[in-house]
């Protein structure tokens, strides 16, 4: 069995797959990966399905050591990097780690969260299908600690050798928008805020709160926002729902939100935008712009293509040679008396 | 928004259902801002009638009080037909929904075990005895299961044990709480922030993700509360634990 021990992480880290779906109606939040873009391209690299299951870091850098076997690895998101008993992996690269490598993960310096995956995925206990962890409940584990093994296999240890893969298309999809630019569509309680309400959000700059977290992204603007006081009776709530709580901010729910809720919603992020705005940085500014149903469908989509497309730009990277591995080559044949 | 209507109305049984679009990945079959037991029939008829076709792109449903959340992922789904689709079901499920079941929830009330009984029975001029007997008369409705897994929204409380929710929330209330909050009464899972009045507790785990099935109550549920005295806690409490629903189905 192949084992990713953590000797040193940060007090969010945790494992994160695409998320828990299909029990929303009991209460289950979906958790997930807060960027399931970098998520999608961490497993590209090691050669993994698209949302198999890696360790999400949050702010911070990490320590694990390899035990019991090989595996490659890689890192995407926030422009983290990662180094393999002390050498740098090449962004958008990975490389395979041996039975007692250490694997050091640097802080994302661009953004929130990377991903740290390996071959086969994190093989955690999967809950209701899934692996992802939801702090609130329980749910899927806990977040990690030093200490803790987090199995990688399902018992079959690999200890051969693994080649290393490298991505060789646009590392993101294209963007319309131009740097912090986050696309909202408007309701459904719209009818619920002052008739200016909504014009006062677009186009609107806030700032990322140091209080928020994978339940909701706090949202700081020049004004504060108003909302009605009508009483709204509990129903769904979405991850990308822009609550107006009453203090003057403006609350964005995120993948570890509740599925329901009463405070009345004035807007939602589109579902292309979410995993943006989660890389934005608590300090950092976004402004919001409302765009049309047809506009956020379109955008999912053009995301959706570069997903699929990702396996197809995934190519056996152009590595130095090995040392190791040369000197388990038989380059020459015949005999040799070492002189010449 | 016309403020919550809290008991049974002409107005919302006739209600026009409106679906609104929440971002670009769910939708809402809106049937008014009510609590009330003609509306939530609405929802779960059409909570059933949608979960009995299957439509690409719909990846859930969620129902609550008033309205249905349906989950879709938009690069499948075809959105003018899914609204009209809901909207067809939503006028023509009328309130026939699955029936599903009443269940006996035994109910330990009061002292160590609903620690806010006292103070409450008092606020509203009755014993404690009367408070009990006012909350473990009627059956109760599941409205809907949210907030937190297996946490259990209920209709149907007598009005005289209303109370409005607390102003300083406890930061953590005992796992399976039987709670008083505005008209609404509810069976807690895990522990968790509340800001309702804790009256009791049942040895019952609404959610137990070791245990089939892992979620006991559901939406649409009837629920009929047993008050139980404390000596009988410690070998509920252990079943519970064990897997066993301990709650009884009735007919």
């Avoid at chain 1, 020049?222 to 003057?248: F, H, N, W, Y």
Wanted: hydrophobic share 40%.
């Amino acid at each position: 069995m192949t084992y990713l021990r953590v000797l040193d992480c940060g007090p969010a880290t945790s494992v994160q797959d695409a998320g828990r779906f299909g029990y929303r109606r009991y209460g289950v939040s979906t958790a997930g990966a807060m960027d399931h873009i970098s998520l999608s391209l961490a497993n590209a690299l090691v050669g993994n399905a698209p949302h198999e299951a890696a360790v999400e870091l949050v702010l911070s850098g990490g320590r694990f050591e390899l035990q019991g076997g090989a595996a490659l690895c890689a890192v995407a998101g926030g422009g983290a990097e990662l180094l393999i008993d002390g050498r740098p992996v090449a962004p958008l690269h990975s490389a395979c780690a041996y039975e007692g490598s250490i694997l050091q993960v640097r802080s994302p310096n661009r953004g929130v969260f990377a991903y740290l995956s390996f071959s086969g995925a994190v093989k955690s206990p999967c809950v209701m299908g899934s692996r992802a962890t939801h702090r609130r409940t329980g749910l899927g584990g806990a977040p990690l600690q030093p200490g803790d093994r987090l199995p990688l296999d399902d018992g079959e240890a690999f200890t051969g050798e693994f080649a290393p893969l490298r991505l060789r298309q646009p590392q993101a999809p294209a963007r319309q928008p131009s740097g912090n630019e986050i696309r909202i569509l408007p309701g459904p309680q719209l009818d619920a805020f002052p008739p200016d309400a909504l014009s006062a959000l677009d186009g609107a700059e806030f700032t990322i709160d140091a209080l928020s977290d994978r339940m909701a992204y706090r949202l700081r603007g020049a004004a504060p926002m108003r909302r009605c006081s009508t009483e709204l009776v509990s129903d769904g709530v979405t991850p990308g729902s822009l609550q107006i709580p009453g203090d003057g901010t403006v609350l964005v729910l995120m993948r570890d939100c509740q599925t329901t809720g009463g405070y009345p919603k004035i807007a939602n992020v589109i579902s292309a935008d979410l995993h943006h705005l989660a890389q934005i940085p608590p300090g950092q500014r976004v402004r919001l712009r409302q765009v049309t149903h047809a506009q956020a469908v379109s955008a999912a989509r053009g995301l959706k293509v570069w997903m699929a497309s990702l396996k197809h730009g995934i190519d056996p990277a152009l590595t130095e040679p090995d040392v190791k591995v040369l000197l388990g080559c038989n380059l020459i044949s015949g005999v040799t008396d070492g002189k010449s | 928004m016309s403020p919550p209507r809290n008991r049974s109305d002409r107005a919302a049984e006739f209600y026009e259902p409106r679906i609104l679009d929440c971002g670009d990945a769910a939708l809402s079959v809106d049937f008014g801002n009510f609590i009330d037991p003609q509306v939530n029939a609405r929802v779960m008829a059409l909570d059933a009638a949608l979960s009995a076709r299957s439509i690409p792109g719909v990846v859930e449903a969620v129902p609550s009080y008033r309205a249905l959340m349906v989950h879709v992922d938009p690069c499948r789904v075809d959105f003018d037909e899914l609204r009209h689709t809901l909207l067809k079901l939503a006028s023509s499920s009328g309130q026939v929904g699955l029936r599903r079941q009443r269940w006996v929830v035994p109910v330990v009330y009061g002292g160590a075990f609903g620690e806010d009984l006292e103070v409450l029975a008092t606020r509203h001029g009755l014993s404690n005895t009367q408070l009990i007997d006012l909350h473990s008369a009627p059956v109760y409705r599941v409205y809907m299961v949210g907030f937190m897994p297996g946490f259990s929204y209920l209709g149907g409380m007598d009005a005289r044990l209303r109370t409005p929710r607390r102003t300083q929330p406890r930061p953590s209330a005992p796992a399976s709480s039987i709670s008083i909050g505005g008209s609404q009464s509810a069976i807690g899972s895990l522990p968790a922030p509340s800001g309702w009045h804790l009256i009791g507790r049942t040895p019952v785990r609404p959610f137990m993700p070791s245990r089939t099935p892992q979620f006991l109550f559901q939406p649409g549920d009837e629920i009929v509360f047993d008050p139980i005295a404390e000596r009988r806690w410690n070998a509920l409490d252990a079943a519970a634990a064990a897997g066993e629903t301990v709650a009884q189905p009735a007919s």
